[in-house]
Structures are given as structure tokens and as C-alpha cells.
């Protein structure tokens, strides 16, 4: 699975957008982007994936560039709830029955939400 | 549906002893994955089951095991525990046959002592 880069750390004000950049130049065609969050000692959470075009669900929206190299998890109305650490994540999708699923972690991004 | 459940939470062990972990899957998946935690290493995958057979492993030494029954329930056992192996050890699940999403469970915080 392709190598990503992420900042440390970021800080967003309560209730404006959040944008989290993710790099990952290595990117292969069948490799999806994913995006977990970790709030302080809890599992992480599933937000949302996507392989080339853009995505929206209820929690965010992800941005991906059109050479894929590079993408924006986005939380359109940050609140204090938000501040976790976002793990930014590719892997090989698609049918593939007798592959392992093993998730990458990287050290992910620090969003510190404030008042 | 219910989420992935991991018991116990919390433990709290001494070196030398083994410990086993638990964890129950998002009904109707079929792929249990183990990760450990700790501040150093960040998450690090330890081993995946899939219909009770091992499907891949991580780089952990032959003290971590584990074992998935019929009806997807997993466990994780630690030998001879040594105190680097406090860290908070993650489950997820899937349904195993595409690579489909994992969903994680709470954790189970382990120190050894």
C-alpha cells in the first residue's frame, strides 16, 4: 500500500471549515484513499473513501486531486467533538477474495479544535 | 447493527503472564483484524482471520497469537508478557470479502506491570 504524508498538526476555529491535506504520491490505479479519526484512546472511526472522484457523506467530504497524488478530508462545520487525530490511509481495493486487509497507519494529523 | 465489542476494557497483568483478549464483529462480517497501539510504534497490524484461518500477519513476535471461531468471534492471546507490551490493542471487522471498510472496535487497554 502506498506511503501517505500528512501535517502534524493543525488548528481549526469552532463552527469554520476544516481542511486536512493528505499526500500520496505513490499512489497506484487500484488504490482507494480512506479516512479514520481517533479521538483520545477510542478505536478508529470510519469517515469516508474514495478512488478518483469526490466524495460526500454525512460526516465530510473528500477532495481528490485529478492525478491523484494528493487529497482534502474536509469537516464543513468543525466543532469541539472534531479534535482528534485524522489518519489518512490508501489501499487496494476491489474483489479480491483471498487478500488480507490490513490497514497502514501513518501518524496521522493532530486537528485541534478551539472556541 | 451493534458495533464491534472488545472485552475485557481494562486489564492490568505482570510480566510473565498471558492475557487473552476478546473481540465480537459487526454481525453478518466475517474478517477480524487485531492492531496494537502504544505512544512509540503508533498502530501497528498484528494479524487478520478470516473464516477461522489467519490471512495475513504482522511483524510481532510468536508470543502474539490468535484464533477466530465459526461464528467470527476472535481472540488474541499474549505468552509471557513483558511490559512493552502495555499499549491499547484494537479489533476491526469487515466483511473480508473485498476489501471492504473496517470498522473498529473500542480497544482493550493492556498494562503489564
Known amino acids: 500500500d502506498a506511503k501517505t504524508t500528512q501535517p502534524t498538526s493543525m488548528d481549526c476555529a469552532e463552527g469554520r471549515a476544516a481542511n486536512l491535506p493528505c499526500n500520496h504520491s505513490t499512489i497506484s490505479g487500484n488504490e482507494y484513499v480512506y479516512w479514520y479519526r481517533q479521538i483520545h484512546s477510542q478505536g478508529p472511526q470510519y469517515i469516508i473513501h474514495g478512488l478518483k472522484n469526490n466524495e460526500t457523506n454525512e460526516m465530510a467530504s473528500l477532495i481528490i486531486t485529478e492525478d491523484r497524488k494528493s487529497s482534502t478530508l474536509i469537516l464543513p462545520h468543525a466543532t469541539l467533538r472534531d479534535t482528534a487525530v485524522y489518519y489518512c490511509i490508501v489501499r487496494a481495493g476491489g474483489l479480491n477474495t483471498g487478500t488480507a486487509s490490513k490497514l497502514t497507519f501513518g501518524t496521522g494529523t493532530r486537528l485541534q479544535v478551539t472556541l | 447493527k451493534a458495533g464491534v465489542t472488545q472485552t475485557p476494557r481494562y486489564l492490568i497483568k505482570t510480566r510473565g503472564q498471558q492475557v487473552t483478549l476478546s473481540c465480537s464483529p459487526i454481525s453478518g462480517h466475517r474478517s477480524v483484524s487485531w492492531y496494537q497501539q502504544t505512544p512509540g510504534q503508533g498502530l501497528q497490524f498484528l494479524f487478520e482471520y478470516f473464516s477461522e484461518t489467519q490471512r495475513n500477519k504482522g511483524n510481532f513476535p510468536g508470543r502474539f497469537s490468535g484464533r477466530q471461531f465459526s461464528n467470527s468471534r476472535s481472540e488474541m492471546n499474549v505468552s509471557t508478557l513483558e511490559l512493552g507490551d502495555s499499549a491499547l490493542y484494537l479489533c476491526?471487522?469487515?466483511?473480508?470479502?473485498?476489501?471492504?471498510?473496517?470498522?473498529f472496535g473500542p480497544g482493550t487497554r493492556l498494562l503489564v506491570l
Open positions: 476491526a471487522s469487515s466483511s473480508g470479502v473485498r476489501r471492504e471498510t473496517q470498522y
